[in-house]
C-alpha cells in the first residue's frame, strides 16, 4: 500500500447557484415566525422532501423526511418522486442528488458546506493521478466532487465498499481516493494492495488513542464502534467498524448497553431514539473532550438557512449536462455492485465477480 503526496488545489467547475441579491436574508426572518412549522408548509405546498445525513443537528434531523448514511441518501435521492429535494449535508452529497435524480430541483441551507476530503482532491491533481496509473481501476469514495466523481470508474461509499471490493478480480490493481484512513482500513480488510491518494476527514483524523484508552478505563465494560474515517490508531481498539448506519445498528442490535462513539457525535442523536437505555459517550479528541469533534461544514446547516433554501429557492445544485452525464456512470455502477439495503451490514456478501475492464468506457 502506497500514499501520495498531496498535490496542489485548483479551481473547480461551480455546480451551486447562489442566491440572487434580492434574497431573503436572516435579518428578514421575523423572529417571531415558527420555523418548523414554515418549513413543513413550504414543504407540503411545493412537493418537496428533506434529506438529512446523520451529521447534522438534531433539530435538522427531526424536520427531515429521511435521516441516513451517504448510500442511502443516494438511494432515496434517485427513488424521490417529490419536485425538490432540500439537501442538509454537503455538497458533495447534493451534488449526487442532482447527479441520480437530474430532473428534480436540489437545494442545500449553505453553498460552504464542503468536506475536507473533497478538498483534498482537486480534478486536475486527481486525473495526472490516474494517467499515471492507466492499469489501475479508480475507485472513489463519495466524498469527491462531481468532476472527480466523472474521473472515477467506481464510486463507493463506507457501507458498500468492502463488498465492491470483493467483487473485482483479485489480480485487479485499484488506486482509492481521497481518504486514505478508509482506503488502508479496507486493503487490511480485503487484502488487496491500494494505491491510496492522501485525503483525510478532519473530524475523525482528530481522534487521539491515548485519550480513548483513557476514557476506556474510565469506563472498561464500554464497547467502541467508529467510523473507518479513524486512523488505524483509533480503529484497532475498536470492537465494531462501519458506516454511520452500520454503526446505528449495532448499538441498537448490542446487548451492551454502554458504548465509546468514534465519529461525529450528531450520530448520537439517532442511536438515543433508538435504544434510550443505553449509554453513548463520543471519543475524545486530543484535549480529551469530543467539542472538536462536530463537522465544520456539516454545522454550517441551520434552521434559519434551511427555511431560507426553500424560500429564494437557492442555493440550488445545477451540474453541466456533460459533467452530469460523466459523473453518473460510476454512480450508477455502485448502485449495481452495492448490496440491497436490507443486507446493509459490516459483512456484506461480495457479488458475483465482475469484470471492470468490460465495463469501463
Ligand atoms: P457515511 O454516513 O456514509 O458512513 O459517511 C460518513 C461521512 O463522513 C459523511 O461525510
Ligand atoms: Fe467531510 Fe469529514 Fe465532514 Fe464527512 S465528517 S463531511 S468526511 S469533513
Redesign the pocket.
Known sequence: MRVLPLLKKKMMIETVIAPSPQALGPDDIDPTLDLEREIGRLCRENNAIILA???QDGEIQELADFVG???DLSRRAAATQADIIVFCG?RFMAETAKILSPKRIVLMPDAEAG?SLEESCPPDAFRAFRDKHPDHLALTYI?CSAEVKALSDIIV???NAEAIINSLPQDQPILFAPDRHLGAYLARKTGRDMLLWPGT?VVHEQFSERELLRLKSRHPGAVISA?P?CPEAILCHADHVG??SAMLKFVTDSKDRKFIIATEPHLIHQMKKAAPEKTFIPAPGADGTCSCANCPFMELNTLEKLYLCMVNMAPRVEIPNTLRIAARKPLDRMMELSPPAAANTDTPEPKPSFDPRANVA
Request: proline share 0%; aromatic share 12%; charged share 10%.
Open positions: 445525513h446523520y451529521y448514511d451517504s448510500l454537503v468536506c466524498n461509499t463506507s457501507s476527514c467510523h474515517e458506516s454511520t
